[in-house]
């Protein structure tokens, strides 16, 4: 399969009046015509922004993009014309939101907004375009569709509401979808439904997949490859299976961990991952996750690991993208496979490292609310 | 808002869908004080519609052996010191006080909404200068504003309408950038974008319908502005340029030479500039209400 997109270190900056956000740092990534690419992580890791930079639309003025180079069929996205992208904007590069109760226009009707959108990259006339907008909103399961071209948002369901968005959103058959959250707001009962239809719109369309979500038993059902994003970075990617069946970054492991499983023989307790993510307005400095990481050790502090290969190959031979691809971490100390089954180190005597003396000065101070809450804790 | 209903055989069925104006219309029409103010507002219009028929008497020429007689069953609100009858002069004067409270209030709104739209709309140096221009006129009192304009310009019917307009021109322009700036990053606006929707398709088809409806409401509150102004400037003698021309405020300075006298001359043109601007603030606020969908009970 041809690569469809390839992100070469992309670097995404915010400038707010508190300093500057490091929202993206060097995230490079591939993706094949077809394929289905899951970016997992928890809020504010960057993977909504790195799909806002592919699309170019970062809010502006804050948000920029500071470098790297995002190619989509052969043509660098990040350089080029504002006008040139609109018009790959719906026709080749569509999007998904979170919230379908505020993603369409409250005051159009359905049948504006499909035909509109149709009609802003086809040279059809209002006719075939409204005969378009039926025929998809009859293919994403809206019974009565003639009729309900009539209807405003407010007159549809949730789940309703986003087939109405994803109608929309493949109206044109666009070769890259990407879906950021998109069943996060909607009923657990609807979220299968939906996302069964669009597994199935993109294989009819071959259309190729990103799909954002902090959901693993989405990411699990739905994706052929994943990416796990942490503070702006990808800190490991390799396939949905080779990701699941061994972990290999710790912050990996303690999403794992963190999920309640079904499947399991017998209880097992959930372990969270203890603090918050890194302020991500400091220039990141080691690892980002080794404040939180309970496998660190001292060069963890000062030296940020690269994405490596984890059979010890060289980086330059990896496969970035498709069913063989290359599963690489960026660890100094990788969890071993009974240290992933049991979510916490097992080695006789291992104690994570301490920050060395220079780094902890840098550190906030404690925040003497949160220490409190903590008491009683492992504190 | 569709409502199942179960019909006899049991099957479920939706009530017909309505729009969004339909469903405002409705909250709007239990709305009682905006009723209230729709029927103060619809005497004023029928008034100025139809002094013509309606009116007793001519509003210019008067008899002086009927001068500053009391309210009686000829002269309903009695005569003034030419003669002339108040009452006919009272609906003629309507029809100078709507035709420029409405088409001042147009002006403005076209004025203001250009303003706020091209600031909306493009942020950065273009709106730093449009809005800087709005601060100006805005630091400036309202009827001082068009004091100014009017002595400017001469007296007269459409500067008059300029001076009004003047006044509610900034207004205008911020509540329509204010609305616009909100709905840059909404959602729909977000997901238009992602869907190639061109920057003007945007603006027009997406973030200014959706910044109309407090437009609408703001409007319905400045014609009531709008009439005090204008009889205001007609109290200080910057009304048409016809001194016998029937024009509220210049009644009321008329008047003031006979409060003694003739009492009546200063309380019936007073009471309807007041019921006039109170149904307009009625109006304006039922619509608010009927209008915001988040007030939607």
Redesign the interface.
């Known amino acids: 399969m041809a690569t469809l997109l390839s992100v070469r270190d992309l670097v995404v900056r915010f400038r707010t009046r508190e300093g500057t956000v490091h929202a993206v740092n060097d995230v490079s990534f591939d993706l094949e015509e077809g394929e289905t690419l899951g970016l997992v992580g928890e809020s504010g890791c960057g993977k909504s922004v790195t799909n806002l930079a592919i699309?170019r639309?970062l809010?502006?003025?804050a948000g920029h993009i500071e470098g790297g180079s995002v190619l989509f069929d052969g043509e660098d996205l990040v350089t080029m014309e504002e006008s040139e992208v609109?018009?790959?904007?719906?026709?080749d590069?569509?999007?998904i939101?979170q919230?379908p109760m505020?993603?369409?226009?409250?005051?159009?009707t359905i049948e504006?907004q499909l035909v509109?959108?149709i009609r802003?990259?086809r040279k059809v006339d209002r006719g075939q375009a409204r005969r378009r907008a039926v025929e998809l909103l009859t293919r994403v399961g809206i019974p009565r569709a003639e009729e309900r071209l009539?209807?405003?948002p407010?007159?549809f369901s949730g789940g309703m509401r986003q087939r109405v968005?994803i109608a929309?959103?493949l109206a044109l058959e666009p070769k890259l979808l990407i879906a950021d959250e998109p069943t996060t707001a909607l009923d657990v009962t609807i979220q299968a439904q939906v996302l069964e239809l669009l597994r199935a719109l993109t294989d009819e369309m071959g259309t190729s997949l990103i799909l954002i979500t902090h959901d693993l038993g989405v990411v699990a059902g739905m994706t052929q490859r994943v990416n796990v994003m942490y503070s702006g970075f990808i800190v490991e990617t390799g396939t949905t299976v080779q990701l699941f069946a061994e972990p290999h970054h710790p912050y990996t492991v303690g999403l794992l961990h963190s999920i309640p499983r079904l499947d399991a023989e017998e209880a097992t307790p959930l372990i969270p991952i203890e603090g918050t993510p890194p302020d991500q307005l400091r220039e990141p400095l080691g690892c980002p996750f080794a404040p939180r990481c309970a496998w660190r050790v001292e060069r963890c502090w000062t030296v940020n690991p690269p994405l490596t290969p984890i059979d010890g190959s060289p980086a330059r031979s990896a496969r970035l993208s498709g069913a063989d691809a290359t599963h690489r971490v960026a660890c100094h100390n990788q969890p071993t496979r009974e240290e992933a089954e049991a979510g916490r180190p097992l080695r006789p005597g291992f104690v994570a490292a301490p920050p060395p003396g220079a780094i902890a000065a840098q550190l906030p101070e404690p925040d003497a609310d949160a220490v409190a809450a903590f008491a009683g804790d492992d504190r | 808002m569709t409502v199942p209903a179960v019909s006899v055989e049991g099957r479920v069925e939706l009530r017909p869908s309505r729009g969004l104006w339909s469903d405002a219309l409705r909250r709007l029409v239990r709305n009682g004080p905006g009723m209230v103010g729709l029927a103060l507002i619809s005497l004023f219009v029928l008034a100025a519609l139809l002094a013509p028929v309606v009116a007793p008497y001519d509003p210019i020429a008067g008899s002086l052996a009927d001068r500053l007689k009391g309210p009686s069953l000829q002269h309903l609100m009695g005569t003034d010191l030419q003669g002339r009858d108040e009452f006919s002069r009272i609906l003629y004067g309507a029809q100078i006080s709507l035709q420029v409270a409405v088409v001042a209030v147009l002006m403005g709104l076209a004025m203001g909404g250009t303003i706020g739209a091209l600031a909306g709309a493009f942020a950065g140096r273009i709106d730093g200068v449009l809005m800087r221009f709005v601060d100006v006129l805005l630091a400036i009192p309202g009827i001082l504003l068009a004091i100014g304009i009017v002595a400017w310009l001469g007296r007269g019917l459409p500067q008059l309408m300029l001076a009004v307009a003047a006044t509610t021109t900034p207004l205008f322009a911020r509540l329509l950038r204010g609305s616009l700036l909100a709905l840059r990053d909404a959602d729909f606006v977000v997901a238009a974008r992602s869907l190639g929707a061109s920057r003007w398709r945007i603006l027009w088809r997406h973030m200014l319908p959706n910044a109309l409806t407090p437009l609408i409401v703001a409007a319905t509150l400045a014609l009531a502005t709008a009439i005090i102004d204008v009889a205001g400037l007609g109290f200080l003698g910057l009304g048409p340029p016809d001194p016998r021309t029937a024009e509220w405020g210049t009644m009321l300075t008329e008047s003031t030479r006979f409060l003694r006298a003739a009492p009546y001359l200063l309380l019936f043109p007073g009471a309807i500039i007041v019921l006039t601007a109170v149904g307009f603030n009625l109006l304006g606020d039922g619509l608010r209400e009927s209008l915001d969908p988040r007030l939607k009970r």
């Open positions: 699309m639309l809010p502006k003025p609109r018009t790959l904007r719906g026709r590069l569509a999007m939101f919230d505020t993603s369409l226009n409250p005051v159009l504006e509109e959108t802003a990259h009539a209807d405003y407010h007159q968005m929309m959103a």
